[in-house]
């Protein structure tokens, strides 16, 4: 089945700096890649999204690249500011006939370093 | 317009108790999922749900169950509780399958 890893675990980066979270899948059938955003004592949020028939997806400091040879795609932000800390989660969707599901990423904390 | 709600927002429970949580979609989202959230395990997909029909199941025991009102309404249920059922309870709701999820804030679980 599919299998989604995500890395880092921890992220810690000085505010300005840019920030980059991986994540590979398994299943060469995915073909939807949200990223979500978590602070603490909330839900997660979707931050942006990019489809298997699109390389690259950028919104404002939030950026997503998607390589699909190499199954793996990757969230990049920029001039990262204190409420960019949080955890950040991938997913990939699976599609087996009538079961239709996200497989999610372990989630890295970003700490941003004033 | 209003985001995924679910009530409520903490419970404590003991031991053996049953347990039932709601989650109310947004106004037009048919598809209702339920997820279980623990600092160990990350995201675990528990079930999903589209116009009053179970679609989808995780790999959960059957002490863990749900269903879905025909104005989208969603709830989960909880049998006999035990203490690693302990975790934060989100549900997520969208127009189907897809597309983008949105969260609510979860239910904070404690069983003691």
């Known amino acids: 089945g599919e299998n989604v890893e995500q890395h880092p675990s921890t992220l810690s980066v000085q505010e300005g700096d840019s920030a980059v979270i991986k994540c590979t899948y398994s299943?060469?059938?995915?073909?939807?890649f949200p990223w979500y955003k978590q602070e603490l004592g909330k839900g997660p949020q979707l931050i942006i999204d990019?489809?298997?028939n699109v390389g690259e997806k950028k919104d404002q400091r939030i950026a997503v690249t998607l390589n699909k040879t190499a199954k793996h795609f990757s969230l990049h932000i920029t001039e990262t500011q204190p409420e960019d800390s949080a955890v950040y989660f991938c997913a990939a969707s699976i599609d087996y006939g009538s079961n239709y599901q996200l497989i999610w990423g372990a989630g890295t904390k970003l700490i941003i370093k004033p | 317009k209003a985001g995924v709600t679910q009530t409520p927002r903490y419970l404590i429970k003991t031991r053996g108790q049953q347990v039932t949580l709601s989650c109310s979609p947004i106004s037009g989202h048919r598809s209702v999922s339920w997820y279980q959230q623990t600092p160990g395990q990350g995201l675990q997909f528990l079930f999903e749900y589209f116009s009053e029909t179970q679609r989808n199941k995780g790999n959960f025991p059957g002490r863990f169950s749900g269903r879905q009102f025909s104005n989208s309404r969603s709830e989960m249920n909880v049998s006999t509780l035990e203490l690693g059922d302990s975790a934060l309870y989100l549900c997520?709701?969208?127009f189907g399958q897809g597309n983008g999820y949105t969260f609510g804030s979860g239910t904070r679980l404690t069983v003691v």
């Open positions: 997520a709701s969208s």
């Open positions: 990019i489809r298997s």
């Open positions: 299943d060469s059938a995915s073909n939807y």
